[in-house]
């Protein structure tokens, strides 16, 4: 079973700093794509930023040059480092995996979509 656990949320002045994780099992971690999404009440949840197997980072318009993601292979730990905080970015923050498939020559297939979700932290940012 798949499991994405994260922690770290938490209230914070604007200007201030944030570093959520996220501990992965049951996963083939640093095989494929993870990332961080976030949804505010009454709006869409959308995607703060992701991380692909051979380094490439994706970065939300509204995050961009604020906040960093980064990954610990040994311990199975997804990191989003959070830097300047805005009271715009309060909502609840998910870490997120595609979905994969594992053949019986061990090679790992992963997916378009994403399909695992872990159960959310608040981020509050006050003025």
């Known amino acids: 079973q798949v499991q994405l656990v994260e922690s770290g949320g938490g209230s914070v002045q604007a200007g201030g700093s944030l570093k959520l994780s996220c501990t992965v099992s049951g996963y083939v971690f640093g095989s494929c794509e993870m990332g961080w999404f976030r949804q505010a009440p009454g709006q869409e949840r959308e995607l703060v930023s992701s991380a692909s197997p051979n380094g490439t980072e994706r970065y939300g318009d509204s995050v961009k040059g604020r906040f960093t993601i980064a990954q610990d292979n040994t311990r199975n730990t997804l990191y989003l480092q959070m830097n300047n905080l805005k009271p715009e970015d309060t909502a609840v923050y998910y870490c997120?995996?595609?979905?994969?498939?594992?053949?019986?020559?061990?090679?790992?297939?992963?997916?378009?979509?994403?399909?695992?979700w872990g159960q959310g932290t608040q981020v509050t940012v006050s003025s």
């Open positions: 997120a995996a595609v979905g994969f498939d594992v053949h019986i020559s061990t090679k790992v297939f992963c997916g378009e979509n994403w399909r695992y």
